[in-house]
C-alpha cells in the first residue's frame, strides 16, 4: 500500500474509531436504565477480554511481561474500573452528550497540567494562555455562573472522569516503554474483568441474561466496538501516521456523541455545552500548536 493511500485508509477508519467512541456514550446511558453499576461494568470488561482474543492471534506479537509493565497494567486496571464506575453514575444522573463534552474536552486539558506539576515540565506563556482558555471554556460547559449546577451530582461525576482518564492517559504514554499497546488494554481489560467479578458476584451477574435485545445491543456495542475495535484502529493509526495526527481526531468524539444522543436518547443540544466545548478544544489545538512550535 502505497503512503498516500495508506493515508487515506486509516484517516477513515480514525473517523470510524471516533464515531464508535462517541456512540459509546449513549450507549452506557441505555446500560444505566437496565441494570446495577457493578453487573455493567463486569460485562462491559469481559466482552473487551473476549473480543481482544481475535485481535492478540492477528497481530501475533509475542507477550512479554516484566516487573514494570505489571506495575502499570495493575494501576490502569483500578483507574479504568474507577472511570467505568464515575461514567456510569455521570450518565445515569446527567446527559450522555454533556457527559461526553465535559470528559473529552477537559480531561487532556487535566493531563497537561498534570504533567506539568509532577514531571516539573515548563509551561510557555502560550500555553498559560491557551490552559487560561481551556479555563473558560470549562466555565462555560459547567455553567459557573450558577454554582448550583456546577455541584449537581452529574457534573461532580464528569470532572472526577476526567481527572481520572488524565491519569489513564499518563500511565498508558509511559507503559509504551515496556509493553505492546494491544497487550497492555488487553491485560487491563483481563484484570478488570477478575476485579469487577469478585465485587458484582453478590448482585448474580447472571441476570444480564434476562434483559432484551437493547440491552445486549448497548452492551456488545460498548465493549466490542466502543472500546476494543475503536482503540485497536487508534493504537494501528499511531504507527502509522504519527500519534500527534492521530490525536487529533479526538475532537470528533464529543460531536458524534451529542449526534447519536440526540438522535437516539432525543437529548437536547445544549448551547452552553456546544460553546464552551468549542472554546476548549480550540484551547487543547492552541497548547499542542504552542508546544510543537517550541521544539521546532
Given at each position: 500500500m502505497n503512503t498516500k493511500k495508506e493515508s487515506s485508509t486509516y484517516t477513515w477508519l480514525l473517523v470510524l474509531a471516533m464515531l464508535f467512541w462517541g456512540g459509546g456514550w449513549t450507549a452506557l446511558k441505555i446500560l444505566t436504565e437496565s441494570m446495577p453499576m457493578d453487573i455493567i461494568v463486569f460485562w462491559r470488561f469481559f466482552l473487551m477480554?473476549?473480543?481482544?482474543?481475535?485481535?492478540?492471534?492477528?497481530?501475533?506479537?509475542?507477550?512479554?511481561?516484566?516487573?514494570?509493565?505489571?506495575?502499570?497494567?495493575?494501576?490502569?486496571?483500578?483507574?479504568?474500573?474507577?472511570?467505568?464506575?464515575?461514567?456510569?453514575?455521570?450518565?445515569?444522573?446527567?446527559?450522555?452528550?454533556a457527559g461526553s463534552v465535559i470528559i473529552t474536552s477537559l480531561s487532556p486539558l487535566l493531563t497537561f497540567v498534570l504533567v506539568a506539576l509532577l514531571f516539573k515540565k515548563s509551561v510557555s506563556k502560550h500555553q498559560y494562555f491557551g490552559l487560561f482558555i481551556g479555563l473558560v471554556g470549562?466555565?462555560?460547559?459547567?455553567?459557573?455562573?450558577?454554582?448550583?449546577?456546577?455541584?449537581?451530582?452529574?457534573?461532580?461525576?464528569?470532572?472526577?472522569?476526567?481527572?481520572?482518564?488524565?491519569?489513564?492517559?499518563?500511565?498508558?504514554?509511559?507503559?509504551?516503554?515496556?509493553?505492546?499497546?494491544?497487550?497492555?488494554?488487553?491485560?487491563?481489560?483481563?484484570?478488570?474483568?477478575?476485579?469487577?467479578?469478585?465485587?458484582?458476584?453478590?448482585?448474580?451477574?447472571?441476570?444480564?441474561?434476562?434483559?432484551?435485545?437493547?440491552?445486549w445491543v448497548a452492551l456488545i456495542y460498548l465493549a466490542v466496538f466502543g472500546q476494543t475495535?475503536?482503540?485497536?484502529?487508534?493504537?494501528?493509526?499511531?504507527?502509522?501516521?504519527?500519534?500527534?495526527?492521530t490525536s487529533s481526531f479526538m475532537f470528533l468524539v464529543p460531536i458524534f456523541a451529542l449526534l447519536s444522543a440526540w438522535l437516539i436518547l432525543d437529548e437536547p443540544i445544549e448551547t452552553h455545552i456546544i460553546v464552551g466545548g468549542t472554546i476548549s478544544m480550540f484551547a487543547l489545538y492552541y497548547i499542542n500548536h504552542s508546544k510543537k512550535s517550541a521544539t521546532l
Open positions: 477480554s473476549l473480543s481482544f482474543l481475535p485481535i492478540l492471534y492477528f497481530f501475533k506479537e509475542p507477550i512479554r511481561l516484566s516487573k514494570h509493565s505489571l506495575v502499570f497494567i495493575g494501576a490502569s486496571s483500578v483507574l479504568n474500573i474507577a472511570f467505568m464506575v464515575s461514567a456510569f453514575f455521570g450518565i445515569k444522573y446527567g446527559l450522555a452528550g470549562g466555565f462555560i460547559i459547567l455553567e459557573l455562573d450558577d454554582m448550583s449546577l456546577f455541584f449537581s451530582t452529574a457534573n461532580l461525576y464528569f470532572l472526577l472522569c476526567a481527572l481520572i482518564w488524565a491519569g489513564v492517559t499518563i500511565l498508558s504514554q509511559h507503559s509504551h516503554a515496556h509493553i505492546h499497546p494491544i497487550h497492555y488494554s488487553f491485560f487491563i481489560s483481563l484484570i478488570a474483568t477478575v476485579v469487577s467479578f469478585f465485587y458484582a458476584y453478590s448482585s448474580d451477574v447472571l441476570l444480564a441474561f434476562e434483559q432484551g435485545v437493547a440491552f475495535i475503536a482503540t485497536t484502529i487508534f493504537f494501528m493509526a499511531s504507527g502509522k501516521i504519527g500519534s500527534e495526527r
